[in-house]
């Protein structure tokens, strides 16, 4: 329902620092506040060299927000900035309601979206440190107004306890986590073994992977046009046309200023990107700011230390583009619509060349009483061409396959 909405005001400040990002920065913030179920019912912004030590906002600004919080009834302000612990204090005590910043935000919508187990603790590990210099001044509002957006995940509680509490928690988190990470370790490991080819998707959020991989496996992932649709990890296989099984793992969105917090607490969860064959770069080709969200990925590429893994960029959402004069910026590329099935053949033709590049060709004989041989070529790499010796009674297969695998060792012999 409409009404049970929280009615929020957005403030920024626009300064020497931040002025060509400003405008989208704030829509952006405006996104994430919807997609955390919040009403933007006014957005206050202010033009300074730099921001207010103490309140961020100048002294005449904070008597307008104290009036328009009243004036519009506003039940939390939200801030385009990481507010200091004192920061949010004074303002708070000014304002007498709540007040987060986009940091804190960002982490409610990732407590919002966890499905599974590790993402839920992650979430719980990156909001009970971002949290625990902010206990001052936390507790009566949380206590006064019950939770709400900026609260959820460890719930009121747990932020009321002392620090040593939480400081006991975020040990025992880090214990469950690195199970959890060993866990997928032995499972990664099982796929290498298996000389499966491993596909990751990146992207920034709401880019279009989750449709991507529904496009591709069926996999009927959560996908809709909010911020940070996905975030737990999935990986489905995936069978090419030609009959090759390979992994395609779906990974959180990238945002501008993602917060130090979470990519420290995802980890292990990103880690899973290391460990690809090639990543798939999936980038929003009809975004206003299109250079700043592909900017924001390839620099986190290189902070994850995934720069060696080659990259094919799926400009997505073709469909939306006003014009036909698109230009890309990032190569090797394709531009498809994942929401057309006729771009789907598209998609996959250049995702195999991209996969040919990367492989090692193999050409061999395969005995014809070796049925179950043939059928391991064809799952796991790209048969080309099986032809019949009749006076060998054998097969010679042409194909392409991981520089790693048994078949490319079996080439060489």
Not at 282 to 311: F, M, Y
Request: proline share 2%.
């Amino acid at each position: 329902m409409e009404s049970s909405k929280e009615k929020v005001i957005l403030v920024g400040v626009e300064t020497d620092d931040n002025t060509k990002q400003f405008d989208y920065s704030m829509q952006e913030l405006k996104k994430l506040t919807e997609t955390a179920q919040g009403e933007v019912v006014f957005c206050l912004t202010q033009k300074r060299q730099k921001i207010d030590r103490q309140t961020v906002i100048g002294k005449g600004k904070l008597e307008e927000l104290i009036n328009f919080s009243d004036a519009y009834e506003a039940d939390l302000v939200i801030f385009n900035h990481e507010l200091t612990p004192r920061q949010n204090q004074l303002i708070g005590e000014a304002l007498g309601i709540r007040v987060i910043d986009r940091v804190q935000l960002i982490l409610d919508i990732f407590a919002l979206r966890a499905r599974s187990r590790e993402g839920k603790l992650q979430v719980e590990l990156a909001q009970l440190n971002y949290l625990l210099p902010r206990l001052i001044g936390q507790g009566k509002h949380l206590s006064r107004l019950g939770g709400g957006i900026g609260t959820r995940g460890p719930g009121e509680t747990k932020l009321e306890s002392d620090r040593r509490h939480i400081r006991n928690k975020l040990t025992a988190i880090r214990r469950e986590l690195k199970e959890v990470a060993a866990h997928r370790e032995r499972s990664r490991q099982k796929r290498q073994n298996a000389d499966v080819f491993q596909i990751g998707l990146i992207g920034y959020t709401n880019a279009g992977k989750s449709t991507i991989i529904n496009l591709l496996t069926a996999a009927k992932t959560y996908s809709e046009d909010q911020l940070f649709a996905t975030l737990d990890p999935l990986t489905k296989k995936w069978q090419l046309p030609n009959g090759m099984v390979v992994t395609i793992t779906d990974t959180v969105g990238f945002i501008q200023d993602l917060p130090t917090q979470l990519i420290e607490a995802f980890h292990s969860t990103l880690e899973e990107s290391r460990e690809m064959d090639l990543l798939l770069h999936v980038v929003d080709a009809s975004a206003e700011n299109r250079l700043q969200h592909e900017q924001t990925v390839t620099k986190l590429i290189t902070e994850l230390d995934l720069g060696k893994i080659p990259v094919l960029t799926i400009y997505n959402k073709s469909d939306l583009l006003q014009t036909d004069e698109f230009v890309p910026t990032l190569f090797p590329n394709v531009l498809i619509s994942a929401k057309n099935s006729q771009d789907k053949e598209k998609l996959i033709n250049r995702i195999r060349e991209k996969m040919m590049e990367l492989l090692v060709p193999y050409e061999f004989e395969v005995s014809a009483d070796q049925g179950h041989e043939l059928s391991a070529l064809k799952r796991q790499t790209i048969l080309f061409s099986e032809e019949f010796l009749e006076d060998q009674n054998s097969y010679l297969v042409r194909g392409f396959a991981k520089k790693e695998s048994k078949w490319v060792r079996r080439n060489e012999e």
